[in-house]
């Protein structure tokens, strides 16, 4: 459930793009808002070339910061992301907000509950380190 920020070793990007698909398929229904698609038990899917890593803020990279942001998000009807929250912050509102900017550029399939194209809530957590 980590996706790790800009640079990394190929070994871990390719780690990071397996643990997002497996954040995103595992969603955050129960801890997220309450919607008839997570009463339904429907969990997000990721189109994860479509998903940009974060940019990790240079001045936060310079002053050694890490932390852990997880975010709760709602993908839309169409498959974008709608809204985004911040659930647990990093502890540094500056990688909290890269990495809710980098989700909110994603893609989604959009969800369908008995026939009915519906939003969706799921969660997503972006492990800093340096």
Avoid: N
Avoid at 28 to 56: N, Q, R
């Amino acid at each position: 459930m980590t996706l790790l920020p800009t640079p990394m070793h190929p070994s871990r990007l390719a780690r990071s793009v397996v643990l997002l698909a497996a954040a995103c398929l595992a969603g955050g229904a129960a801890s997220a808002p309450a919607d008839g698609a997570a009463k339904a038990g429907v969990k997000a899917k990721a189109d994860l070339a479509s998903c940009s890593k974060p940019v990790y803020p240079p001045a936060e990279r310079a002053a050694g910061h890490t932390g852990s942001s997880i975010l709760v998000f709602k993908i839309g009807a169409g498959g974008d992301p709608v809204e985004s929250r911040i659930k647990q912050s990093s502890g540094h509102a500056a990688l909290d907000e890269a990495a809710r900017q980098a989700l909110m550029l994603c893609k989604f399939d959009p969800t369908s509950v008995g026939g009915k194209i519906v939003g969706i809530w799921s969660t997503v957590e972006y492990v800093w380190s340096l």
